[in-house]
C-alpha cells in the first residue's frame, strides 16, 4: 500500500536525463523516503505518514557511514552527493542558465558571485556536452561540466 | 624508569580520591541548587511529570540515554550519576565517546551552572561533536511545516521539521543547508498495520539530519506539499544547546505516537531546551497537530523574522496552466509526449513563449513520472529532448505562484465548540458539537487546503426542551473528505470515508454504527466554485434493523463555493437505495458558513429527507469558536 518510494526516488533522480548510479558517485542519497500516498484506501487507514524505512545514515552521532559522518555529508564527498541527488532539477536549471539548484551547485565549487552570470550561462550554451546522454551519470556530469569549464577562458581556474 | 612508574603510580592513587571529593563536593552544590528540579534539567532528559502518582517519567526509551540505572523515573539520581560519569577516564575514539561529548548539552549546562575547575574535572576534547557542528555552520534555525498535499486530506495533519541554516548559506542556495527531522522508523509497509501500531507507539522514533534538498525532493517534488519555511530569531547560544542536544538524541529512540508524541511534539521539547522557559511541548499532553504547534512556537513575539514559500511540483505546474493559458497548456502536454515534434509545434511562437511551454511540458512529465510511476525508458528520453529544444532559447524565469495570502499558522484553530439551535421535524432544539480536530468544508477555509476536509472525534448531543429530552445525535470518529478538481493535467479521484455512531432517519432514528464512503470526481466549474459527483455506499450495523444491518448506495451530486474569502458553501443531493430494507431515502442539504472573525464563525444548515413517503426537515443556526 505504502509503496516504498526508493523506486520512485531512484526514478526522480533518472528522470532529468540520468540514473545517478549510486556506485558512480561514491555516495547516493542512502535515505529511502514515504510516497506520496495517492490512494484511497491507505490515507483513511495512515492518518500521518511522518515515518521512513529503517536507515540511519542521516543518524546523528552515528559513527561513520558511507560518505556521512555522524549524520553530515563528508566535504569531499558534498558535491557528487548533491549533484547525484538533483539531477533532474540541476538538468532542468542548466538548460534555463538559472535556478535554485544550479545556485547551490555553483557556490559547492566555490564560483564567485562575479563569475555566477557567465557561469550559468556556459551551461546553457554547453548544455549538450553536459548532459551528453539520457544514461550520464552524476560522476560524468561533473566531468563533462568540468571539460567545459576548462576551455573557457573565465571560467577555466573552476575547473579541477 | 621505576620512579617514574612509581609516581605516575601514585599520581594515579592520588588523582581518585582528590575526584571523589570533587565529585561529591559537585553533588552537593547541584541538589543545594535544586538543579535536578530546574526545568532546564527536565528538558535535557525529557521527563515529564506522571499523571497519577507523584515523580516524573521520561519519554525517552533508550537506557543508554541514562547514566543512572533508574534514570528513566529519578531525574535526581540521572544528574548524580551524569556528574560522576563526567570524572570518566579515557578519551575519545572514533567507536567511543566520553561522557562529557557523549551528553555534551547537560555537560555544558551543569559546567556553567556549577562552575566548574577544570583542574579538578579534566576537560575532553570532543573532536566529533565539534567535527560535526562546524560541518553544520549553524547560524539560523528555520521551522518548516510541509502543507496538506492534494487529494490527501490526512496529510492535513502534516509534519514540521527544523532546518539548521548554515553561515555559508545564502537566499539562493538554502537547499544547502541540514534538516533535522524526527520520524518513526518502520519496515511495514501494510498500511492498517502502519496505522494501528502508529497510533499505539509500537515505532521506534528518531532523530536524523538530512540535507535539506532531500526533504525538499521528498516534499515537494513526490509528494507535492508547499512547503513554508519559518525562520526564527534564536540566538547563537539557544542555536548552540540545540545542536548540542540534538547530538545527545542522536542514538536516542522513543516510542513514536502518531498524536502526541510526534513529530512536531519532539520538535517543540528540542525548541524547549534552546530556550528554556518556554514549556512549549507541556502544551501539547493530549495530542500535537504540527500546524498547531506552529502557531504555538510563533506566538512568542518577535520570535519569527521572514516567511519563505516554497511551492510544490503540482503548484508550479497549475500556475504556469493559468498563466500560459489551456491551449498552450494543451501544446505543453503534447511536447511532453512527443518532444521530438516540439521544433515543428512550437515554430513561429515568441521564444519567450516557447521556453514556458518547454518549461511546462518538462515539469509535467516529472510529475507524472512519480505520480504514474512512469518507466525510466519513457520519461528520460524524453526528459533529455525538452531540455536540449530548451538550452537554445533565450534565459526567460519560468512564472512563480505567490504564496496564499493566509498562511496555514494563520487559519482557524484546529479544535472547535459548536453551540446551535434550530428545529428537526417542527420541534425545536438546542445543540452542543465538540470537535478536537481539524478543518471542515464549511470551516473558514483560509489557511487551509481548498476542499479538503479531515474531522476527528466530533460530538453532537441536543437538548430538546419541549420534549424535555436530550439525545447523543452523533459521534464520528473520523469524517474526511477530499474533492480535487480534474482538468486536463490532473486527473484525481475526489473521496470521501465516514466512521460514525450517528442517528439516521432510515434506522428509525436509532444510533446505528455507520461506514459511509463515495468515490467519484470534482471538476472547477467557475473559479472558487466546485461541481462534484460521487457513488455512495453506506453501511449501517444496529439490532432494530431487520438483519442487524443494512447497505445503501446511490449517487451523490454537489456543489462547493468560496464566493469570498469569509464565506463557504456547500450544497447537494443524494438518494441511496438499502437492502435489508428494501427502502429508499433521498436526502438534500444545503450549508452556509461565514467567518466573523480568525476564531468564530456563523452558520446555517438545512436538510430535507425523504424517506418514502415521509419528508423530514430539519433546520439550524450555529455558532463555531475555533481554538
Redesign the interface.
Known amino acids: 500500500m505504502k509503496k516504498i518510494a526508493f523506486s520512485a526516488l531512484a526514478l526522480a533522480l533518472s528522470t532529468g536525463t540520468a540514473m545517478a548510479q549510486q556506485n558512480n558517485v561514491g555516495c547516493g542519497l542512502g535515505s529511502m523516503v514515504f510516497d506520496g500516498q495517492r490512494g484511497v484506501a491507505p490515507q483513511v487507514l495512515a492518518a500521518t505518514t511522518n515515518a521512513t524505512f529503517g536507515n540511519q545514515t542521516f543518524g546523528i552521532s552515528s559513527g561513520t557511514l558511507g560518505c556521512t559522518q555522524d549524520g553530515v555529508v563528508s566535504s569531499t564527498a558534498k558535491l557528487s552527493m548533491f549533484t547525484g541527488s538533483n539531477m533532474d532539477k540541476l538538468a532542468a536549471d542548466m538548460s534555463k542558465g538559472q535556478g535554485e539548484t544550479l545556485e547551490t551547485l555553483a557556490d559547492l565549487m566555490g564560483v564567485e558571485a562575479a563569475d555566477k552570470a557567465t557561469f550559468f550561462t556556459a551551461t546553457r550554451d554547453n548544455f549538450d556536452k553536459i548532459f551528453s546522454s539520457s544514461d550520464v551519470t552524476a560522476e560524468q556530469v561533473l566531468g563533462n561540466l568540468n571539460d567545459v569549464l576548462a576551455a573557457d577562458a573565465k571560467l577555466s581556474r573552476y575547473a579541477a | 624508569m621505576r620512579t617514574r612508574l612509581f609516581i605516575a603510580f601514585t599520581l594515579l592513587l592520588c588523582a581518585l580520591p582528590a575526584s571523589a571529593d570533587y565529585l561529591h563536593e559537585l553533588q552537593a552544590a547541584a541538589r543545594k541548587a535544586g538543579l535536578a528540579r530546574t526545568g532546564e534539567w527536565l528538558a535535557l532528559g525529557h521527563w515529564r511529570p506522571n499523571l497519577l502518582r507523584a515523580g516524573h517519567t521520561s519519554l525517552a526509551d533508550a537506557p543508554a540515554f541514562f547514566n543512572a540505572p533508574g534514570g528513566k523515573t529519578d531525574p535526581q539520581a540521572e544528574l548524580d550519576a551524569t556528574l560522576a560519569a563526567f570524572f570518566v577516564q579515557g578519551e575519545e575514539t572514533?567507536?567511543w565517546?566520553h561522557p562529557q561529548c557523549?551528553f555534551i548539552a547537560r555537560y555544558s549546562w551543569l559546567k556553567e551552572r556549577l562552575h566548574f575547575e577544570a583542574t579538578r574535572l579534566p576537560e575532553k576534547a570532543c573532536t566529533?561533536?565539534e567535527?560535526?557542528y562546524a560541518?553544520?555552520a549553524p547560524r539560523q534555525l528555520t521551522l518548516v511545516f510541509p502543507a496538506a498535499?492534494m487529494?490527501?486530506?490526512?496529510?492535513m495533519?502534516?509534519?514540521t521539521l527544523l532546518r539548521v541554516d548554515t553561515s555559508?548559506?545564502?537566499d539562493?542556495?538554502?537547499?544547502?543547508s541540514?534538516a533535522l527531522?524526527y520520524?518513526?522508523?518502520?519496515?511495514d509497509?501494510?498500511?492498517?498495520v502502519?496505522?494501528v501500531k502508529?497510533?499505539l507507539g509500537g515505532?521506534p522514533g528518531?532523530?536524523?539530519?538530512?540535507?535539506y534538498?532531500?526533504k525538499v525532493?521528498?516534499y515537494n517534488?513526490?509528494?507535492?506539499r508547499d512547503l513554508w519555511e519559518y525562520e526564527l530569531a534564536f540566538t547563537p547560544a539557544e542555536i548552540r544547546r540545540l545542536l548540542e542536544h540534538?547530538?545527545?538524541?542522536?542514538?536516542v529512540n522513543f516510542d513514536?505516537f502518531?498524536?502526541d508524541e510526534?513529530?512536531s511534539y519532539q520538535l517543540l521539547a528540542l525548541l524547549d531546551v534552546a530556550r528554556p522557559g518556554h514549556h512549549l511541548a507541556e502544551r501539547f499532553p493530549a495530542w500535537a497537530i504540527p500546524s498547531d504547534t506552529v502557531r504555538a512556537v510563533l506566538e512568542e513575539e518577535g520570535l519569527l523574522t521572514r516567511v519563505q514559500f516554497r511551492p510544490a511540483l503540482a503548484t508550479r505546474i497549475r500556475h504556469q496552466v493559468t498563466v500560459l493559458g489551456d491551449e498552450h497548456g494543451a501544446l505543453a502536454r503534447t511536447v511532453a509526449e512527443t518532444p521530438e515534434r516540439s521544433g515543428e509545434i512550437l515554430q513561429g511562437m515568441a521564444s519567450v513563449q516557447a521556453?514556458q511551454v518547454l518549461?511546462l511540458a518538462?515539469d509535467y512529465?516529472?510529475y507524472r513520472?512519480?505520480?504514474e510511476?512512469?518507466p525510466?525508458e519513457y520519461?528520460?528520453?524524453r526528459?533529455?529532448a525538452l531540455?536540449?529544444a530548451?538550452?537554445a532559447l533565450p534565459?526567460?524565469?519560468?512564472p512563480v505562484p505567490r504564496p496564499p495570502a493566509v498562511r496555514p499558522d494563520q487559519g482557524h484553530g484546529t479544535a472547535r465548540v459548536v453551540l446551535g439551535t434550530g428545529a428537526r421535524d417542527g420541534i425545536g432544539f438546542t445543540e452542543l458539537r465538540l470537535r478536537p480536530a481539524y478543518h471542515d468544508l464549511v470551516d473558514p477555509q483560509s489557511g487551509y487546503s481548498e476542499g479538503a476536509q479531515i474531522n476527528f472525534f466530533d460530538i453532537a448531543a441536543r437538548w430538546y426542551p419541549g420534549e424535555n429530552d436530550h439525545e447523543l445525535r452523533w459521534f464520528r470518529f473520523?469524517d474526511?473528505v477530499?474533492l480535487s478538481p480534474r482538468d486536463a493535467f490532473f486527473q484525481?479521484?475526489s473521496?470521501r470515508?465516514t466512521a460514525a455512531l450517528e442517528r439516521r432517519a432510515i434506522a428509525s432514528d436509532e444510533l446505528p454504527f455507520s461506514i459511509s464512503a463515495g468515490?467519484g470526481g470534482a471538476w472547477q466549474l467557475r473559479p472558487r466554485l466546485l461541481g462534484f459527483a460521487l457513488a455512495e455506499l453506506d453501511i449501517l450495523a444496529e439490532d432494530d434493523l431487520p438483519d442487524g444491518y443494512a447497505v445503501g448506495a446511490g449517487p451523490l451530486l454537489g456543489l462547493y463555493a468560496t464566493p469570498t474569502d469569509r464565506l463557504t458553501l456547500l450544497a447537494g443531493a443524494r438518494a441511496r437505495r438499502y437492502t435489508g430494507l428494501w427502502t429508499h431515502e433521498a436526502e438534500a442539504f444545503l450549508q452556509a458558513g461565514y467567518e466573523l472573525r480568525r476564531d468564530l464563525a456563523a452558520r446555517v444548515e438545512l436538510t430535507s429527507t425523504h424517506l418514502e413517503d415521509d419528508q423530514l426537515f430539519e433546520g439550524g443556526v450555529s455558532l463555531h469558536w475555533y481554538f
Open positions: 572514533p567507536t565517546q557523549r566529533r561533536f567535527n560535526w560541518a553544520i498535499y487529494n490527501n486530506p490526512s496529510s495533519f502534516g509534519h555559508e548559506q545564502s539562493g542556495t538554502r537547499l544547502f541540514y527531522n520520524a518513526a522508523e518502520t519496515n509497509t501494510n498500511g492498517m502502519f496505522a502508529g497510533l515505532y528518531y532523530f536524523t539530519i538530512t540535507p534538498y532531500a525532493k521528498e517534488d513526490l509528494e507535492n540534538a547530538w545527545e538524541l542522536g542514538q513514536y502518531f498524536f510526534n513529530c521556453a518549461d518538462y512529465l516529472q513520472a512519480a505520480d510511476d512512469l525510466r520519461v528520460a528520453p526528459a533529455l531540455l536540449r530548451r538550452s534565459t526567460a524565469a519560468a473520523v474526511i477530499s484525481p479521484l473521496w470515508f468515490v
